[in-house]
């Protein structure tokens, strides 16, 4: 679950991953973290406390201002959480468009033809293609709780 201790834990893996061919550490730093909308207070208190966490203790929070909280609307899962670096520490993931960057429009409107003729309705097509990868997966973590 996401807490001080295993956000301080997934932030350690992060900055001790090696390169494959030297076996020297890369220091990636990580810069945001994702949560659901579940987590968001929670990751707010961990990251905004002034003090340790979750305890009485007077020492500084470590991880105060560490993070960019980006909170994703759409994630069902109430407890999984993620860590990227930042995309000028490492390329991160590629997005690519086949075609046009623009969204191609198509309309069936003439009055003899299809739906408009039938149903006085004008029909809309859009084409869009593109693809995306990931580029370098060092720079994510993922922590999928059960």
């Known amino acids: ?34 949560v659901p909308v579940d987590l968001e207070d929670v990751a707010f208190e961990i990251l905004e ?3 340790k966490p979750g305890t009485a203790d007077n020492d ?4 105060r ?26 390329p991160l993931i590629e997005l690519g468009f086949w075609g046009p960057e623009e969204p191609e429009l198509f309309t069936q409107d003439l009055p003899t033809v299809g739906e408009m003729f039938s149903n006085d ?3 809309y097509k859009i084409r869009h293609t593109y693809g995306g990868a990931v580029m370098d997966f060092r720079g994510f973590d993922g922590s999928i709780v059960a």
Not at 23 to 30: E, T, V
Not at 60 to 63: E, K, Y
Not at 67 to 75: A, K, L, M, P, S
């Open 1 to 34: 679950a996401l807490s001080a201790a295993s956000l301080k834990a997934a932030r350690a893996r992060m900055r001790k991953q090696t390169d494959m061919s030297s076996g020297k550490r890369l220091g990636l730093a990580a810069r945001y973290l994702w």
């Open 49 to 51: 406390a002034p003090g």
């Open 60 to 63: 500084a929070n470590f991880l």
């Open 65 to 90: 201002g560490q993070f960019q909280t980006v909170v994703v609307d759409y994630w069902t899962d109430a407890n999984n959480w993620f860590l990227t670096a930042s995309k000028d520490q490492v």
């Open 121 to 123: 309705r004008l029909v």
